[in-house]
């Protein structure tokens, strides 16, 4: 069924909900799991074009990366990383089609209309823009099966 699944983190407590879900699933399904976070402040936008040192930020989402994965490896799961410059929604995006994987998943903050209008939608822009499967989680929500 999966082989690939994209797992996006945005190195917050709404993590906490994705982990075990996907976690279950990937044993379940025998697939594997690639850890994304897309750094997205200041130095991040501009690594590239103006040429920059790694940022306190992208130094402290790659820790957050590894010890995740180092944590979901601990159970036996075959984990990889990536950490994305830019705008989350694009490199989703990008690293989804770029490693082939056959499932996004993602977290759910449950805006409104008016939230989504002024701070925007991660979750929006890659359905959107997407044929791979999202598996969405509300943030907050950690139990299994209920």
Known sequence: MYKKILVALENTRADETLQPHIALLARTVGAELLLLHVADGWAARNFEQLKLTESAEMKADQAYLDQVAETLRATGLKVTTHLALGNPPTEILRTAEREDCDLIAMTSHGHKLLADLFLGSTIDR?????????????????????
């Open 126 to 146: 890659v359905r959107h823009n997407t044929r791979v499967p999202i598996l969405v989680l509300r943030a907050g929500n950690p139990g299994l099966g209920r």
